[in-house]
């Protein structure tokens, strides 16, 4: 099944049309045309099976047959990670994690951030593609970036951790997350988190946790976490 993207549609709403640039994909590279069925999400959990009335590379309109809503997980996981310094590789754990099934996702700059400039606009789209690769109908959250004490002296509801590398007494995530519940994770940059930053988790009731025996990337850690989670949860 082939998925596209559109966050204006409503369970109410009876027909809609796409933008021209969607529009064009639809009729000329897809080929598609009056009659034929196309499958809508609005990242809210909803499917919409649609059938086109009008095929117009300019205003591809389309008329809504059926709605489903797609189960909610019962749990949720929301990943705090510090930017990359190659952009690519925080692109890709963003593809990756949202395959997996993450729900919330918010860049923290810290001390050791090499990459303090971010821009949200292609991560945006890189979510809404991999979204629809997977065949998901939630789209998850992306935040604006957030220095690490902001983000830490908000509020957080659930259970919140931290994966650091100092020596000192944590836990494997594995072993202390209980399935059903929500998740916050604090995920650092090349360099890991300041001695300072951790402190500063730990006054915060931050619970410091393991990913493993091994020395992992930031990208490459934030994936393990998100599909610790997942599995916990099947």
Request: charged share 30%.
């Amino acid at each position: 099944m082939q998925l596209f993207y559109n966050p204006d549609i409503t369970i109410e709403s009876k027909e809609f049309s796409f933008d021209k640039e969607e529009s064009k994909h639809i009729i000329k590279v897809l080929r598609k045309k009056e009659g034929d069925i196309l499958y809508v999400t609005n990242g809210l959990g909803f499917l919409f099976v649609t059938e086109i009335i009008l095929a117009s590379e300019k205003k591809c309109i389309v008329k809504i047959n059926s709605t489903e809503k797609q189960e909610e997980t019962g749990f949720y996981i929301h990943l705090a990670v510090a930017p990359t310094k190659m952009n690519e590789r925080y692109e890709w754990f963003l593809e990756k994690a949202t395959e997996i099934g993450i729900h919330e996702i918010t860049p923290i700059i810290c001390d050791h951030s090499e990459r303090t400039i971010i821009k949200t606009e292609r991560f945006d789209k890189i979510i809404q593609s991999a979204m629809k690769q997977s065949n998901q109908y939630f789209l998850p959250k992306l935040n604006e970036p957030v220095s690490f004490k902001n983000f830490i002296n908000k509020n957080h509801d659930g259970n919140i951790y931290i994966a650091h590398c100092e020596e000192s007494n944590k836990k494997l995530l594995k072993d202390v997350v209980k399935p059903k519940e929500k998740y916050t994770l604090l995920i650092g940059p090349e360099g890991d988190f300041s001695s300072k930053e951790i402190n500063l988790a730990l006054e915060n009731k931050f619970v410091p946790v393991s990913l493993g025996n091994t020395r992992l990337r930031t990208e490459t850690a934030a994936i393990v976490a998100c599909h610790s989670f997942t599995y916990i949860n099947e």
